[in-house]
């Protein structure tokens, strides 16, 4: 038996690390856009990266590290994604390490993570003159998470107290971006972790993989997978652990963070859970909730407030998964849009219909009554705001 | 030796074959929105359809006839798409032709052809009613043409001549509709291409089939694949023939209509052409280049004329496909915009690369150097005016 408890701020209920966020000088009005996370011993440390075939530098630079390493500095910017960059992208991370040593010589396998615009080197000197302005022994939370925004239109962090039976107890905290390129695999985000839990280094991995699928992996704003993509767990170990616990919590905030991602999604308004049921298997309900998530035509239609399930079945029958027509059912939150005798929109259900479209977050279900395959995915409608944040994103 | 003339005006340039399109009551200003095509004679007749598992009701309507059969009436609407109406829709279609059968008796296999909202049973009705303003012996390829739009802005019809070397000659002409849920399997569209060649039944089959994976099948507007898509070929047979003339103009003809509804998609400014070269195989390159066509990141770009290389380096890595990031080449019409020595965009190139986003219609050229695969898909860009049409599509 445990007990999840939701606490106030962010990384700084986790105690044992420090992290604070600077201006470098390529955000306007003295915003953070470089910082850091440290600790003061070297902690374990697991990642899951992008699918994508071109992977920034910084998971380049990562992933040249012995299985298992443990680490003390990780360096975060944005405005600067450093990917399409080549080996000197990998050299550039090298070099701003090598500079950070004169003035922190503890460091010990720093790791760096970055987000913003493709295919440009990082602007050394830059970053280098902030160095100065780090203050190492900083604990402050809301720098750190502003520091890795872009087009986020607000800071993501959240923070969790598990109490187990035996009265002891850990806690776990993250900070996360994230609002536009998201898609599958693991959208566009970067996602820190810190935890106190004592927790395995191979309970670190496993679970990370178990909740990926059903979290950051469920949720699409536009269906673009990016190039810097990373989910990272750090563990002092310095409190209490139960596997059980842990990952529940590890769900809970992790599901939480990829729901404020999708809630800021560029431009979106609504949050829809598209909630698909027995499909022939769970592959075939996760390609068809993820296909209508990534629907043009029917994120489309959310925005509009227009009850038009005719886009949702042909998004369905398009997927290429087994469907019937005579079987499908489809229901906005409870309310039965199609199937059985009802295959025409009357004026009534069009009306109830019409009012739950108008909320901020609701559910479309369609159960396919094929097989036992279920799965939800999570995305947003598609408003002019979209299509005019990603046509001025570099200006 | 073939010649390959272009012909003005549309259908009306092939004999024996009458066309009308009249005003149900469905669109306003007295608009047509129901239409058919007749011939004289009984014609052989081929279709491909969408891949989309929710085949409409005229499509499995359609597919009720013995292979190979033939006739002489095809009747078309828009405004309803008849599809996700079960077995009530076929029957529907069926006491049309029964009713049409009191006005012209004659009628021979007649078939049906539908775009517009899913989900609504046909109004009979008023279909019915309309069946007066049919006049039997027009030929009105204006109307026809116009009486199959939907969100389309402009009527699509081609018509071409081709003169063999033994003087003899053929003609083969079409009217196409399409202009959003424009994706893979061909495409929302109908399109009927009349032709009076001598063709064979089965090249009738095997043409279509050969020339649609690089015109229908290789445009995108919004990634979504209808329930309706359609392409028909119509042959009465009294002209000459040659199998590689026909091949060729018939290719010809696809292609142009194909692009003329990129170029009316929903909202769209500008057609743009994705060429991706030197993929591991034809079936990689195909795969990156409707992942291209169908990015939102990468069409918000051209929308904002924004030489945004990066979004579109992300996309291939993001398609699954084999990729390097050391071989890959990028440009923009014959601009090297990225690749070789070329890593970031320096000032010039950006001015240049400008210059050519800014015209209605231009290439984006990715050649990865890994094996030998080519595909060229064509895709527009995405703007305010998309997510208007499509947010208040059916108010």
């Known amino acids: ?183 599958p695999a693991m959208a566009t985000m970067l996602c820190f972790i810190l935890t106190d839990a004592n927790i395995p280094r191979e309970d670190m991995r496993e679970l990370l993989k178990k909740h990926i699928e059903t979290t950051f992996n469920a949720i699409s704003v536009d269906g673009d997978t990016s190039t810097n993509d990373t989910v990272m767990l750090l563990a002092n170990k310095i409190a209490s652990y139960d596997k059980e616990a842990f990952s529940e919590a590890l769900r809970v905030l992790m599901q939480n963070l990829a729901l404020m991602i999708v809630k800021d999604g560029e431009g979106a308004n609504k949050v829809v859970a598209f909630e698909v049921k027995g499909a022939k298997n769970k592959k075939e309900a996760k390609k068809i909730a993820k296909a209508l998530s990534n629907s043009l035509l029917v994120k489309t239609a959310i925005f509009g407030e227009d009850p038009n399930w005719g886009r949702i079945a042909s998004t369905i029958g398009a997927s290429g998964c087994e469907c019937d027509e005579e079987k499908l059912r489809i229901y906005y939150d409870n309310l039965l849009i199609y199937g059985e005798e009802k295959r025409e929109m009357d004026e009534e259900t069009e009306k109830k219909a019409f009012e739950i479209m108008k909320k901020d977050s609701f559910k479309i279900v369609c159960d396919l009554q094929i097989g036992d395959g279920n799965f939800t995915a999570y995305g947003c409608d598609l408003s002019y705001e979209y299509v005019k944040i990603n046509a001025d994103y570099r200006t």
């Open 1 to 183: 038996m445990f007990k999840i408890l939701p606490l106030k701020g962010g990384l700084e209920n986790i105690k044992g690390f420090y992290f604070q966020g600077v201006n470098s000088g390529l955000k306007p009005n003295n915003e953070p856009d470089l910082g850091f996370i440290r600790s003061d011993e070297e902690v374990d440390v697991e990642a899951l990266f992008t699918t994508n075939r071109f992977q920034a530098a910084p998971i380049k630079h990562f992933q040249k590290y012995p299985k298992g390493f443990k680490t003390n500095f990780l360096l975060l910017n944005s405005k600067n994604a450093n990917a399409m960059t080549g080996e000197k992208g990998i050299e550039d991370i090298e070099e701003l390490f090598e500079t950070l040593k004169e003035k922190f010589p503890n460091i010990k396998n720093p790791i760096m993570s970055s987000t913003g615009v493709i295919g440009y080197r990082l602007n050394k000197e830059k970053i280098k003159k902030a160095f100065d302005k780090f203050s190492f022994q900083t604990r402050d939370s809301d720098s750190i998470a502003r520091a890795i925004m872009t087009t986020d239109s607000f800071k993501k962090e959240m923070a969790l107290e598990v109490r187990l039976s035996n009265n002891e107890s850990f806690k776990i905290a993250a900070i996360c971006k994230g609002a536009g390129m998201i898609n």
